[in-house]
Nanobody, 118 residues
Framework: QVQLVESGGGLVQPGGSLRLSCVASGFTFSAYWMSWVRQAPGKGLEWVSSIDNNMTTYADSVKGRFTISRDNAKNTLYLQMNSLKSEDTAVYYC?????????????GGPGTEVTVSS
């Protein structure tokens, strides 16, 4: 079955950086769009970014600060997060499939928590 396991979260100061990873198994990773979504405390799920093998898309709130990438040989999805802000505090999930500002794919793993605070 599909398994997605996120890692790399933690506590970081505003302006800092983190790199999240998501290891996928149970499906042909290279054949699918993949996405990152997040859920801030007390809020709903928010689409962050998606990638296929040729294209990346980002929510306006993270554009220019976050970079999504993938390594199909390692079945791994990444999210490099720079210039972090307090409003980036959330649990971050990876998801199989693409997304947009109008469609948030369903998370597939337990998530990894990111806290941006001084």
């Amino acid at each position: 079955q599909v398994q997605l396991v996120e890692s790399g979260g933690g506590l970081v100061q505003p302006g800092g950086s983190l790199r999240l990873s998501c290891v996928a198994s149970g499906f042909t990773f290279s054949a699918y769009w993949m996405s990152w979504v997040r859920q801030a405390p007390g809020k709903g799920l928010e689409w962050v970014s998606s990638i296929d093998n040729n294209m990346t898309t980002y929510a306006d709130s993270v554009k220019g600060r976050f970079t999504i990438s993938r390594d199909n040989a390692k079945n791994t999805l990444y999210l490099q997060m720079n210039s972090l802000k307090s409003e980036d505090t959330a649990v971050y999930y990876c998801a199989k499939g693409g997304g947009s500002s109008r469609r948030t794919p369903r998370p597939g793993g337990p998530g990894t928590e990111v806290t941006v605070s001084s």
